[in-house]
């Protein structure tokens, strides 16, 4: 049904930057939300932005400044600009869609296999 592929993640060093990247593809009707979370060992998985159909976006108060959040909704993809990356920003990136799919026109959050993103000298 309904698949999302993340891209871009890897080992940068601080100050660094790296640019994340997220196709939906399947049977979809639409997408509403889209947004990107993170897991760091140990810590539950926060948000860190999230952008709607409209192009509304929000930040978690750790990222602002250097982290951009942006959707091409002819290609069903959203994108996560990382700069001046820091250590605390190493985690499991996950990218996340609220889609409308299947006979029953529902909408389900899917969800991206994540992808690792560390920070380090």
């Known amino acids: 049904q309904v698949q999302l592929v993340e891209s871009g993640g890897g080992l940068v060093q601080p100050g660094g930057s790296l640019r994340l990247s997220c196709a939906a593809s399947g049977s979809i009707f639409s997408i509403n939300d889209m947004g990107w979370y993170r897991q760091a060992p140990g810590k539950q998985r926060e948000l860190v932005a999230a952008?709607?159909?409209?192009?509304?976006?929000k930040y978690a108060d750790s990222v602002k400044g250097r982290f951009t959040i942006s959707r091409d909704n002819a290609k069903n993809t959203v994108y996560l600009q990382m700069n001046s990356l820091k250590p605390e920003d190493t985690a499991v990136y996950y990218c996340m869609a609220g889609v409308v799919a299947g006979h029953d026109f529902s909408e389900y959050d899917s969800w991206g296999q994540g992808t690792q993103v560390t920070v380090s000298s």
């Open positions: 952008i709607t159909s409209g192009g509304s976006t």
